[in-house]
């Protein structure tokens, strides 16, 4: 499995930015895809996963109305649309591609995840 994040960049508070996962083989459609961040001299961060075998999408608190996860398994890419994005969002952000049970916790950990794609850097200024 690999992984390629892209859509990163320099944006204002109140911005929108919309990152992409693209996936070799058929992940998007075998695995959980999740979307991670993490900011400089803090630990990783789980943000937001989608999951077309499972039929559903989760989100950390931090980001529930303003992120939107989504993902074809057609193209084999998934996408984490960013908006009202704030200072704290600034973050190298990475996705991830694993295969635990949808009901457990490990789905939001980084536990969860087996491949691991390089990250894209958002910064957010204020």
């Known amino acids: 499995v690999q992984l390629q994040a892209s859509g990163g960049g320099l944006v204002q508070a109140g911005g929108s930015l919309r990152l992409s996962c693209a996936a070799s083989g058929r992940t998007v459609s075998n695995y959980h895809m999740g979307w991670f961040r993490q900011a400089p001299g803090k630990e990783r961060e789980f943000v937001a996963v989608?999951?077309?075998?499972?039929?559903?999408?989760r989100y950390a608190d931090s980001v529930k109305g303003r992120f939107t996860v989504s993902g074809s398994n057609l193209k084999n890419t998934v996408w984490l649309q960013m908006s009202s994005l704030k200072p704290e969002d600034t973050a190298v952000y990475y996705c991830?591609?694993?295969?635990?049970?949808?009901?457990?916790?490990?789905?939001?950990?980084?536990?969860?995840?087996?491949?691991w794609g390089q990250g894209t850097q958002v910064t957010v200024s204020s």
């Open positions: 991830a591609a694993g295969n635990r049970p949808w009901g457990d916790r490990s789905i939001v950990q980084n536990s969860g995840y087996t491949y």
């Open positions: 989608f999951s077309s075998r499972a039929g559903g999408t």
